[in-house]
């Protein structure tokens, strides 16, 4: 391969490097044509970019890609590797979870989500309970709205029973 088409490959990597917030990198060799590809739909159906790329390549390309330091992530980088490129950080977790039921592969070298980097196949059920931002941001709406809705809740109650009282008190005159 000349020198122009590495650059150019490197070049391409570090658009999707920067394009998309987390990557998973896996290793999906000795995978059949046919479970690739139903690996690949699976991706194409969780909005997950596949990619199979050269190590040194996407070496250079995380380095050149200046979004962070992703040393750590260097030692991962042998054998076979496939980078799941993806918006939600813990779909492409699932997704390996759910695939290795049924298959040997795809093994999860490392991953970079929200700004962290987990290494190792281990990490796959941190991974996996892993919140996203705006699972996050839910969850906080919700723990915001909790007290504001028992209020509202025993001033309506409060509101009956006070009602009640008054009637009773009332009636009790007569």
Not at 5 to 23: G, R, T, W
Not at 62 to 83: A, H, Q
Not at 143 to 161: C, E, F, M, T
Request: charged letters at 30%.
């Amino acid at each position: 391969m000349r020198r122009e088409d590495k650059n150019e490959l490197i070049d391409k990597l570090v658009v999707k490097i920067n394009q998309y917030p987390h990557f998973y990198l896996t290793d999906i060799s000795e995978l059949n044509a046919e479970v690739t590809s139903k690996l690949r739909r699976k991706c194409f159906d969780k909005s997950i970019k596949l990619v199979v790329v050269k190590n040194t390549l996407l070496k250079k390309a995380l380095e050149r890609s200046g979004k962070f330091d992703f040393s750590p992530i260097f030692d991962s980088l042998k054998g076979s590797t496939s980078v799941m490129f993806t918006e939600s950080s813990n779909v492409p977790a699932k997704l390996i979870k759910d695939f290795l039921r049924e298959h040997p592969k795809p093994l999860l070298k490392a991953a970079f989500v929200e700004e962290s980097i987990y290494v190792g196949e281990n990490q796959l059920d941190t991974l996996v309970h892993l919140k996203s931002k705006n699972e996050l941001i839910a969850d906080v709406v919700a723990l915001l709205q909790s007290p504001a809705k028992n209020v509202v809740s025993s001033l309506q109650s409060g509101r009956n029973i006070l009602a009640g009282v008054v009637k009773t008190l009332s009636e009790k005159e007569k």
